[in-house]
């Protein structure tokens, strides 16, 4: 049996996420996360770069009777240990069905066709092959999906709304912490004992791939440590 959400057209779609949009932009992040799940039911994820857990953990709240939330993860072949250790706790500890995807070719497959640290030489390549294909694979059978996405982060992401119309990928796109500061998250954090990334207490501000990420400086936004020294502020998976 087909439910409301998957009978709606696209149009129908992009009509009712410009409109919780508007309607949803001061309702707290956990309100968001049920309207999402109210909406879409199983047809709703959420992705985490295991950066923190904090919308994996307000997903587990938002969460209806028995039916958790979906979490999906890319893993890229070049994350962190510590990375992948927080997304193992997250699946061990958290009320959340933890989904992790992987490229089509492992590192070694793609060091041999296209070359070793690929990342160093064309790294939007490197994060289409690794990120933005295995994503758009993974969100096929999803019609809204949700980010951790803040509006604080970088001036790229200054005007991410909280619910939006994914044009690239016709879906729903969801922010439901955009309005919160790092203040906010810390917050959360603390209150509800959530996991986070290790690296984060080890100089850290944003966490991507290993050879793409190091520490910030004092005064530096948290994404300056991302592809430093290089043309390229954003993965592709929100572009
Ligand atoms: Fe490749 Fe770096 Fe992008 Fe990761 S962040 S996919 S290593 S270019």
Redesign the pocket.
Known sequence: MTTAQERRTNDELKALAEQAGRDLEDASALEILQWAVDTFGSGFCVTSSMEDAVVAHLASRARKGDAVVDVVFLD?G?HFEETIGTRDAVEAVMDVNVITLTPRQTVAEQDAEYGAK??DRD??L??K???VQPLEEGLKGYRAWATGLRRDESPTRANTPVVGWDEKRQKVKISPIARWTQEDVDAYVAEHGVLTNPLLMDGYASI??????RRVLAGEDARAG??AGRAKTE?GLHG
Do not use: M, N, S, V
Request: a positive charge; glycine letters at 4%.
């Open positions: 890229t070049y690929l990342h790294p939007d490197c994060c092959l690794r990120k991507g791939c290993a050879p793409c990420t991302r592809w993965c």
